[in-house]
Nanobody, 113 residues
Framework: QVQLVESGGGLVQAGGSLRLSCAASGFRVVLNSMDWYRQAPGKQRELVAGISSGGITNYADSVKGRFTISRDNARNTIYLQLNSLKPEDTAVYYC???????WGQGTQVTVSS
């Protein structure tokens, strides 16, 4: 019933941009706090950005000023805009619903130097 589906990942050169989408079903994103995580090969999954049900955003220091989390309540979708990408941003990016601990399947972002 509850499902999160990420899309928008791909291969991009350093300095480029991508827009990731997380389409939610089975609940309303406007009533939930949502996060984006990422996991690089051999590393732990890390929090990248979050948005509360009230619309307050927060970011990891490593992406602050480059990434933007947002939501479209009408489309029930969470977005992550990735700008000024660096090779160290290469990872699988996951959408996450707080409290209920729902996860998407992930979308691959690869940044070449």
């Amino acid at each position: 019933q509850v499902q999160l589906v990420e899309s928008g990942g791909g291969l991009v050169q350093a300095g480029g941009s991508l827009r990731l989408s997380c389409a939610a079903s089975g609940f309303r994103v406007v009533l939930n706090s949502m996060d984006w995580y990422r996991q690089a090969p051999g590393k732990q999954r890390e929090l990248v950005a979050g948005i509360s049900s009230g619309g307050i955003t927060n970011y990891a220091d490593s992406v602050k000023g480059r990434f933007t989390i947002s939501r479209d309540n009408a489309r029930n979708t969470i977005y992550l805009q990735l700008n000024s990408l660096k090779p160290e941003d290469t990872a699988v990016y996951y959408c996450h619903r707080l409290l209920y601990d729902n996860w998407g399947q992930g979308t691959q972002v690869t940044v070449s130097s």
